[in-house]
Nanobody, 124 residues
Framework: QVQLVESGGGLVQAGGSLRLSCAAS????????MAWFRQAPGKEREFVAG????????RYADSVKGRFTISRDNGKNTVFLQMNSLKPEDTAVYYC?????????????????WGQGTQVTVSS
């Protein structure tokens, strides 16, 4: 299995920025997809962004396109989520996930491994 540990969450004002990190261990990621999901109280877990490890293809939810950027550092086995122009609607627990795939699914059940999550709170 793959172990995932998120960090970088916190409390910011609307319009501010945060960078989330996800450190991965357990196997090579040459044929893996990494993704960020988020879940707010009373809401379903939703896809935010994903990246393929080897090819670097990316995919974003419409709600974050143009504001968030996903990237990875293959040498450090780490994936990042740069979050700019944050809105109160972005408040949620953000989860890092992985799947042995060269595609980027948007359905949570398609992913095999999950981190414990990191809280992001955006105040108005």
């Amino acid at each position: 299995q793959v172990q995932l540990v998120e960090s970088g969450g916190g409390l910011v004002q609307a319009g501010g920025s945060l960078r989330l990190s996800c450190a991965a261990s357990g196997r090579t990621f040459g044929s893996y997809t990494m993704a960020w999901f988020r879940q707010a109280p009373g809401k379903e877990r939703e896809f935010v962004a994903g990246v393929t490890w080897s090819g670097g293809s990316t995919r974003y939810a419409d709600s974050v396109k143009g504001r968030f950027t996903i990237s990875r550092d293959n040498g450090k086995n780490t994936v990042f989520l740069q979050m700019n122009s944050l809105k109160p609607e972005d408040t949620a627990v953000y989860y890092c996930s992985s799947k042995r795939s060269v595609r980027i699914p948007t359905i949570p059940n398609e992913y095999d491994d999950w981190g414990q999550g990191t809280q992001v709170t955006v105040s108005s």
